[in-house]
């Protein structure tokens, strides 16, 4: 099964970007479903962002849309999510996620459909 492992967190200003990594320990990235969420503090995990197996294909939050990108380079084996113009209420802990099973796009929002977790990443914006 494939191992997730997220880097890039750490501490920024508000209006700063991060570009957050989740390295995949198997060559067959492109055959999963990946997404990103986040959870803040007594906060349920949110949806950030998702792209299909396969085809590639993204959604992503609507409210995040525009500041948040995600991204999969399947030679590195790696998703991204870049962050743009950060904000105190994006402070949380990130996470990818993935499932072999190919999601229609009602489907990518929900935490229950992905089987495979990172040990997540602390993004804390601050000033």
């Known amino acids: 099964q494939v191992q997730l492992v997220e880097t890039g967190g750490g501490w920024v200003q508000p209006g700063d970007s991060l570009r957050l990594s989740c390295a995949a320990s198997?060559?067959?990235?492109?055959?999963?479903?990946m997404a990103w969420f986040r959870q803040a503090p007594g906060k349920d995990r949110e949806f950030l962002a998702a792209?299909?197996?396969?085809?590639?294909?993204?959604t992503h939050r609507d409210s995040m849309k525009g500041r948040f990108t995600i991204s999969r380079d399947n030679a590195k084996n790696t998703l991204f999510l870049q962050m743009n113009n950060l904000k105190p209420e994006d402070t949380a802990v990130y996470y990818c996620?993935?499932?072999?099973?190919?999601?229609?796009?009602?489907?990518?929002?929900?935490?229950?459909?992905?089987?495979?977790w990172g040990q997540g990443t602390q993004v804390t914006v601050s000033s």
């Open positions: 198997q060559r067959t990235l492109r055959s999963y479903t």
């Open positions: 996620a993935a499932t072999e099973r190919g999601l229609i796009t009602s489907s990518l929002g929900s935490v229950g459909n992905y089987d495979i």
């Open positions: 792209i299909k197996r396969n085809s590639g294909s993204t």
